[in-house]
């Protein structure tokens, strides 16, 4: 369970509070959106896309991709002064230019989001692969926030809950995929851009949801 052209991870491992820490599915939802940079960095993820849809409607492609190169400079900028993480600021910004270099190559605007539209596939295969090794890959992500063991793997109750959640970020990378691919063939960048946006606090969501079930498993199963 992004970040094109901010937001492609399926799902990050952000700080949350400690394992042991009675917090509900919203409360935990926003600890995770506030380390993703809270509203401000919301608006930086969606302001570069908002920035090229609006542009190439208005003047057109070349307008769009300049526009796109401006907001996206500034996001960066508002990420360097926040101290956010230098990385994830560049893999945006770099993620960003190769969306628009995309769309400036083929001509069309929906190309900006041929790379968002793919992506998601992959993280269908990559979720799916880690079930069949017995390794859930929410698990690997997210283990050591829940205050599991490192052996994880050999716990059923809590494989089991990482199994489900991650096949749960499976299936929201697939309907994530197939919107992206009706959309793209119906060249709506517009409703593209909405998409890509809203991916990010779904994300948020199942990843804040995995936590939690983690860790009432956690509380239930000591000691191991």
Do not use: K
Request: glycine letters at 6%.
């Amino acid at each position: 369970m992004a970040t094109p052209p901010t937001s492609t991870n399926p799902v990050t491992a952000p700080q949350l509070a400690a394992p042991d820490e009675d917090a509900s599915l919203g409360a935990v939802t926003r600890r995770v959106l506030q380390n993703s940079g809270g509203p401000v960095g919301v608006a930086a993820t969606a302001a570069p896309l908002v920035a090229f849809v609006v542009a190439d409607t208005v003047a057109g492609l070349t307008a769009a991709v300049v526009a796109l190169a401006v907001t996206a400079a500034v996001a960066f900028a508002v990420r360097l002064v926040r101290r956010e993480s230098l990385r994830g600021a560049l893999i945006g910004l770099v993620v960003a230019g190769v969306c628009a270099l995309v769309a400036a190559l083929t001509g069309e605007a929906r190309a900006f989001f041929l790379l968002p539209t793919l992506l998601p596939a992959g993280f269908v295969l990559l979720f799916l692969g880690s079930l069949v090794i017995r390794r859930p890959l929410t698990g690997i992500l997210f283990n050591r926030l829940a205050g599991g063991p490192h052996n994880w793997p050999e716990y059923r109750p809590l494989r089991r809950v990482y199994s489900l959640t991650t096949l749960l970020a499976a299936v929201a990378n697939a309907i994530n995929f197939a919107v992206h691919v009706v959309f793209y063939r119906a060249d709506e960048p517009a409703i593209l851009a909405v998409i890509q946006i809203a991916v990010g606090p779904v994300m948020a969501t199942l990843a804040a949801f995995t936590v939690i079930a983690a860790r009432r498993t956690v509380a239930s199963s000591r000691p191991w």
